[in-house]
């Protein structure tokens, strides 16, 4: 079990048929995030717009882990990793959606169930970061009746923060020797944190969560574009009280 300051990711599946039965499949990992008193929603976009012709809300993304409770999203924006200013995503491929509307069955989150970025730290705590997520390996699909959730609580990964990616911009490397002989595939849209004496804060977004067993580096979008990510959605994710009230 991992602290109860690590309760923030979640797994994304996505229900699929075969032979007729349907099934959900792991789709990767989003994170929990609060605002301004407001959730939303960090993964990367592949994750979230996995299956052409599905919707958003067609994934199974739970409330808190292991819940049978869905989260219900609105709309959302995306950005290129390589400019926050260009609308198109170009390298891919972060993806941020508001919580839309909670479940009367579900107890409102706790801290630790999400990461509070109303203040974002200006560049790291240190350079020992951690990273959460859903890697396909080790997650099991369960069948309760009518009810097929994906449960597992995950993994996080004990790592450091391996510079800066010259080739793209605004992305950097987590390196760990516990990523070596993992299938890292599902771990897209997990996040990169500090944790220091039981504060997390966000440090990136994991994006390219596959590629070759023996690799020991994941790459990941920096704080830093997050913000700036943030900040440009802003007025759609909260407008001002005046057009709020139609004036």
């Not at 069955?105 to 560049?123: A, F, K, N, V, W």
């Not at 959730?149 to 516990?178: K, P, Y």
């Not at 897209?188 to 990136?204: F, T």
Request: charged share 20%; proline share 6%.
């Amino acid at each position: 079990m991992f602290p109860p300051e690590f309760r923030f990711f979640r797994p994304v599946t996505w229900i699929n048929q075969f032979e007729g039965e349907e099934y959900y499949q792991v789709g990767g990992t989003a994170t929990v995030v609060l605002l301004c008193g407001k959730l939303f929603l960090y993964s990367a976009r592949h994750v979230l717009q996995k299956h052409d012709g599905r919707v958003l809300n067609d994934a199974f993304i739970p409330c808190r882990l292991n819940s049978r409770y869905r989260l219900h999203l609105g709309d959302g924006v995306d950005f290129s990793c390589a400019d926050p200013e260009e609308d198109d995503t170009a390298l891919t491929d972060v993806q941020i959606h508001p919580v839309e509307s909670w479940p009367e069955e579900e107890p409102p989150l706790e801290p630790g169930e999400y990461i509070d970025i109303t203040s974002y730290s200006e560049g790291l705590a240190s350079p020992h970061l951690f990273l959460a997520g859903f890697p396909k390996q080790l997650n099991r699909i369960a069948y309760e009746g009518d009810a097929q959730i994906a449960e597992g609580d995950g993994l996080v990964i004990d790592g450091l923060f391996a510079g800066e990616d010259e080739t793209n911009a605004g992305l950097a490397f987590f390196r760990s020797e516990g990523l070596v002989g993992l299938d890292a595939n599902g771990m897209s849209g997990g996040a990169v944190v500090n944790n220091i004496l039981g504060n997390v804060s966000l440090q990136g977004v994991a994006l390219l969560g596959g590629g070759a067993p023996e690799n020991d580096f994941i790459r990941f979008v920096t704080a830093d574009v997050l913000r700036a990510m943030m900040t440009k959605a802003s007025p759609k994710f909260f407008p001002a009280k005046d057009e709020q009230a139609g004036l």
